[in-house]
């Protein structure tokens, strides 16, 4: 059995699922300022009146970290940035303790400046008399040649509770993406990490011990354990889940929106033949573009808790959500209300919901009956809207998915999935504002934390190989060898599929079903003197990402319940 649990804004989704289906599924409301408080409750409860010694893993998705940095909640950090010649670093500055020093590595991993041991020394006692414990190290060409970074570590090490190093936290090459990687990192840690000790130690007190991952933003999951050193890899895991949740529904052979509809947010999503569209870059959060490995998403806020009021003589809805909807004792009219008015829901107070949606009916001259609907068509608008500029941004560039990349492909959804507790009653509205056929996923309350649970353990390996100077060599993870000058593309392939093979069975994956794929390959001659002098390659290898093997029964019995 799989615990699945989906951390949202309003509420915690936790099911349990096995390989025929659905056994269990729970809500429990979210406490924004003890995410930990919610996860254990919902842990609690689905576990309740079963044997733990049965369930095989828990998968989490949870808002800790985004909020964390969306909030500004972070903890103060240090960042020490190695550029040389060319651009500033100051330029990609990412907060006030941020110290540009000498050193520099060239594109071919060649050292061209050394490192100022004294420097990085000075940096030290001027983060330690300001009570930093965290520190973020980037060198530009890092990925190339992590001798610099390693170096500064080596000085930091003993000093501070948690030195991050930009090669191990990314492969890219793409030095400002990684300083912000890298700084995210180091700023999410502290909370990180206090989370998953808080989560161990309860579960263990309650006698579960069970293994626990948690789902990262490209859809796959990684063990608890593995997320230390990669915190922010589960920042917008809750998007991830809900595309996850539709995969296994989607129509083949065609592009479909999917929107997962709660009482905060609406987070939307493509697939494009049952594969999500994944963003070829990284996360971009606020600011911060960085290297995370991550699902085209769009967030807003919208959904069925969205405060609705009057502003300028029309209605506004959201995109703040200040409480429960008022037929649940809230404070304000929301687009749930709406739908107590519609007598679409019966399990709340009308007269509490009519009660506050009277005075806007007579604001715009409406009756209650249609203010209401009113009210849904202005929130299924912003949907829409929002889900049109997604598919401009997927357009604007070349589209990939989490399998390939599509060459000259145009996004042309022509359905949309929804789920999300309102979903059944926002879809007759979605399809009749737009020329989307709109279908409604099995389990719609729960689908985010389905796809949670039978997400599969993903990773990728970078590597690279410079026949010329006899290097080979996987920087994140700690690989480095010596090569001949007969080394070529193939053999980098099968090396960096060892590497990924040994990576993702440390990450959670089943070693009797590791689907690998090459997603990336290329191959340059190097030549001085109309003589070629050797070979440089660069080659990646990932886990295909997507369901789990052995669930398919499961989510047929899904799809017909």
């Keep these: 059995m799989i615990i699945g649990l989906d951390v949202g804004g309003t509420h915690t989704d936790v099911i349990l699922v096995d390989r025929n289906g659905l056994i269990k599924e729970i809500k429990v409301p979210t406490d924004s300022s003890d995410l930990f408080k919610s996860v254990l ?18 998968v989490l998705s949870t808002t800790l970290t985004t909020n964390a940095i969306v909030q500004d909640k972070t903890q103060p950090v240090g ?5 040389g010649p060319g651009i500033d670093p100051e330029f990609y500055r990412t907060n006030a303790n941020y110290f540009p020093v000498a050193g520099s590595i060239d594109h071919r991993g060649r050292e061209i400046e050394p490192i100022n041991p004294a420097e990085i ?10 009570g930093i414990e965290h520190i973020g190290v980037v060198g530009k060409f890092s990925v190339r040649n992590p001798s610099q970074e390693l170096e500064i570590g080596k000085i930091l090490k003993s000093s501070f509770e948690k030195v991050f190093m930009g090669h191990r936290i990314s492969g890219n090459l793409n030095f400002p993406r990684r300083i912000a990687t890298t700084f995210l990192n180091a700023s999410v ?5 206090e989370f998953y000790h808080a989560v161990e130690k309860s579960l263990a007190a309650k006698g579960l011990k069970l293994p626990i991952r948690l789902l990262k933003a490209d859809g796959g999951n990684m063990k608890f354990i593995s997320t230390i050193e990669h915190p922010a890899q589960t920042i917008l895991s809750g998007p991830a889940a809900s595309a996850m949740g539709a995969v296994a529904f989607g129509p083949r052979k065609e592009d479909t929106l999917v929107m997962d509809i709660g009482g905060t947010t609406t987070d939307i999503a493509v697939l494009i033949n049952r594969s999500p569209v994944l963003d070829p870059l990284g996360v971009e959060l606020g600011r911060y573009k960085t290297l995370i490995r991550s699902l085209e998403t769009l967030s807003i806020g919208q959904g069925g808790d969205s405060a609705v009021r009057i502003n300028n003589g029309k209605l506004k809805v959201g995109p703040e959500r200040l409480g429960p909807a008022m037929a649940y004792g809230g404070a304000l009219p929301t687009p749930t209300d709406a739908l107590f008015v519609l007598e679409n829901i019966t399990d709340g107070s009308r ?11 007579s604001a715009i001259g409406f009756s209650v009956e249609a203010c209401a609907a009113e009210i849904l068509n202005v929130a299924c608008e912003k949907i829409l809207s929002a889900a049109r500029q997604l598919i401009s941004r997927i357009n604007s560039k070349p589209v990939y998915t989490i399998h390939e ?5 145009v996004v042309r959804p022509k359905s949309i999935l929804v789920l999300g507790g309102p979903a059944p009653y926002f879809a007759k509205y979605l399809e009749n504002l737009s020329n989307y056929r709109v279908r409604v996923v099995p389990r719609w309350k729960v689908a985010n934390a389905i796809g949670a649970a039978l997400a599969r353990t993903t990773c990728d390996v970078t590597f690279f190989a410079d026949t010329e100077r006899r290097i080979a060599q ?18 980098a392939i099968h090396r960096a599929s060892e590497l990924l093979k040994a990576k993702a069975i440390k990450r959670g994956a089943n070693a009797d079903y590791l689907e690998m794929e090459v997603i990336e390959r290329l191959q340059f001659n190097m030549v001085r003197g109309f003589t070629t002098t050797g070979k440089n390659i660069r080659v ?3 886990i295909t990402p997507g369901l789990i093997h052995g669930y398919d029964d499961a989510i047929r019995n899904l799809s017909n319940s």
């Excluded at 840690?189 to 990490?193: A, G, L, R, S």
């Design 121 to 130: 020394k000075d940096i030290t006692a001027h983060l330690k008399t300001n």
């Design 41 to 58: 409750a919902g842990l609690t409860a689905i576990t309740e009146d079963h044997n733990p010694e049965k369930i095989n893993r828990i």
């Design 79 to 83: 960042m020490i940035v190695a550029g």
């Design 474 to 491: 996987a920087p994140e993870e700690n690989f480095r060898q010596t090569i001949d000058y007969g080394f070529d593309i193939n053999a």
């Design 405 to 409: 990349i599509q060459e000259g492909y």
């Design 540 to 542: 990646k290898v990932q």
């Design 351 to 361: 007269a509490k919901a009519v009660a506050g949606i009277e005075p806007l009916a």
């Design 189 to 193: 840690y502290p909370i990180h990490n």
